[in-house]
């Protein structure tokens, strides 16, 4: 019985959405801009929800939304679990490790012209690589716990951040390095205070596309084994027993960091970058 | 020659550290599998002449891959071409996918302003979302219902690609700046003829950079699609295979496998550039 009044409500529900959504896109106000994406996800969350209680998709091909979140909440001591170990414990360190050596490494090659132009196409190529596959051999180097998924991580954000940064670095332009010249600033006080600068842009690029890449190696790299705990490796074992309402409790997990990674990032690059044309009024 | 030598210079070195560094890590294994008495010498060669090594050095890869790609038929388990090509072909049908799908989505998101607003958003929100992760799930859900093979590695590797090319020629058919368009309106042209002559060709500086890093994403789907199926085929099933038994010089090999198929993709993307430019008299 319930289940019939559920589902009345989500069609009432979706029947607005539409017509919410017709109406807010003739608009040009801020508010249309937030609203029509959110109704839109709304509305794909209640044919979800329709599609599986009305046309009876098995759950073990495809759990409601209302059996997800369901599992968000049970199985939260799990998921915490997971969500220390993979982004807390791997994650965030390998991807400041990676990003770090990657601008100490572009900072280094920047020194010399020769060495800058033999690493750029270099490390383009690598950056194209499917990196993820060191993974095995970094579980056999580091052992099953965080410190593998970490190098994993390390390794496959180092790249991209050294390929911007050197691109960032060659950013200044030749009228602003006179200018410090004449100022007798030496070059140590150009990197700081005119090069850095300069490169912040490219280098936030490659932050915000390295938090996407650490968070994808941090859970594929568990695939390769792990001990028992983390997202990657809850995913993996739960899709076997066919519990796929907590796997999609992961994901959702997965998405939300990385979204919101993503939005601190970009919070941050706003308030350093504030000169850069892109943010300029 | 010039362009070369830097990158060659850069190779040498990685090379000499590559070598070092197999000696110092491969060291204790070789010395406890040594004859007794064994001299330094001695050790030190059969450090980067393991089996089983920590980490092997470029000349094992090299022999393994040779092998791998020589010394048996290319229909045979052992075969890497076989294996490759399992994965280049999940990986490539993967891409067109993405293409045809990458292509439409822009195609409408450009022309039709409500889909902008609704879909765009959410177009990105779904790359801050980890695909990846969602791979096996995808590969034993389809598996269940009784698709297997082929078609859950491709449909993985065009759901990670397809978002730059999107990406790509959303802005490349918003190239055009509103003076051309006012052109275009004054010769009365159609909606179609603004697509075909004015946005289409605009778009294709932004299309093969897009192109390039779809055809290496779809590889690194394809990839890890294999890993969840009980590892069968595919340049994925090597490595997990190899990391089971602990077969390292299989794993390089198959790493380097895969790094040769990135390259032989990011090259065919360049020789369409290539061909496109040809085609449109010497400038893209």
Request: proline fraction near 6%; glycine fraction near 8%; charge should be positive.
């Amino acid at each position: 019985m319930s289940g019939v009044a559920t589902t009345l409500l989500l069609i009432a529900a979706t029947g607005t959405g539409a017509l919410l959504m017709a109406l807010s896109s003739r608009s040009d106000r801020l508010a249309a801009r937030v609203a029509t994406p959110l109704i839109f996800g709304v509305l794909i969350i209640a044919v979800w929800e329709i599609a599986c209680r009305g046309f009876g998709i098995p759950r073990v091909l495809l759990p409601p939304p209302s059996e997800i979140a369901h599992a968000l909440g049970a199985d939260r001591d799990t998921l915490a679990a997971d969500f220390r170990q993979t982004f807390v414990r791997s994650v965030i360190p390998g991807w400041v490790i990676g990003n770090a050596a990657g601008l100490g490494a572009a900072i280094l090659l920047d020194r010399s012209d020769f060495l800058r132009r033999g690493a750029l196409p270099l490390g383009s190529l690598v950056a194209a690589m499917p990196i993820v596959g060191i993974a095995p051999i970094m579980v056999m180097w580091f052992g099953f716990d965080w410190p593998s998924k970490a190098a994993v991580i390390v390794v496959m954000t180092f790249f991209p951040m050294l390929v911007n940064a050197l691109a960032g670095l060659a950013e200044a332009g030749a009228m602003e390095r006179d200018l410090m010249r004449s100022y007798a600033a030496g070059y140590w006080s150009t990197l700081l205070k005119l090069r850095l600068p300069a490169a912040l842009p490219f280098v936030f690029n490659a932050l915000k596309l390295n938090s996407t890449l650490a968070l994808i190696g941090g859970i594929v790299a568990e695939f390769f084994g792990t001990p028992i705990v983390g997202m990657g490796f809850r995913i993996s074992t739960e899709v076997a027993k066919m519990n796929l309402d907590i796997v999609w409790a992961e994901i959702a997990i997965a998405s939300v960091l990385g979204c919101a990674s993503f939005a601190v990032l970009a919070l941050i690059e706003r308030a350093a970058t504030f000169w850069h044309p892109s943010f300029r009024r | 020659m010039t362009r070369m030598l830097p990158v060659l210079t850069v190779l040498a070195a990685v090379t000499i550290i590559w070598y070092a560094a197999a000696l110092w890590m491969n060291a204790d294994q070789a010395a406890s599998l040594a004859p007794e008495g064994a001299s330094q010498a001695d050790i030190l060669r059969r450090a980067l002449d393991l089996d089983r090594p920590l980490l092997p050095a470029p000349h094992q890869v090299v022999a393994e891959m040779i092998d791998g790609v020589f010394d048996h038929p290319v229909t045979s388990v052992r075969s890497l071409i076989y294996h490759a090509g399992v994965t280049a072909g999940a990986a490539a049908v993967g891409f067109a996918l993405a293409l045809v799908l990458g292509l439409a989505l822009a195609v409408g998101i450009v022309h039709v302003r409500m889909l902008d607003r609704s879909l765009m958003p959410w177009i990105i929100a779904s790359q801050t979302i980890p695909v990846l992760a969602i791979a096996p799930m995808v590969v034993v859900v389809l598996g269940n219902a009784g698709v297997t093979g082929l078609i859950p590695k491709a449909l993985i590797a065009g759901w990670l690609s397809f978002f730059p090319i999107t990406a790509g020629m959303v802005t490349g058919l918003r190239a055009p700046d509103p003076m051309q368009r006012d052109l275009m309106r004054t010769y009365s042209a159609t909606g179609w003829q603004v697509f075909s002559r004015l946005r289409w060709p605009a778009s294709m500086p932004f299309l093969f950079p897009a192109l390039k890093v779809a055809a290496s994403l779809s590889l690194v789907g394809a990839i890890v699609a294999e890993l969840p199926t009980g590892a069968q085929a595919g340049l994925g099933a090597r490595l997990l295979t190899g990391s089971y038994y602990g077969q390292t010089l299989q794993i390089w090999a198959a790493l380097f496998m895969a790094a040769l198929l990135a390259l032989a993709a990011i090259a065919m993307v360049d020789l369409a550039r290539t061909l496109v430019v040809r085609g449109r008299g010497g400038r893209l």
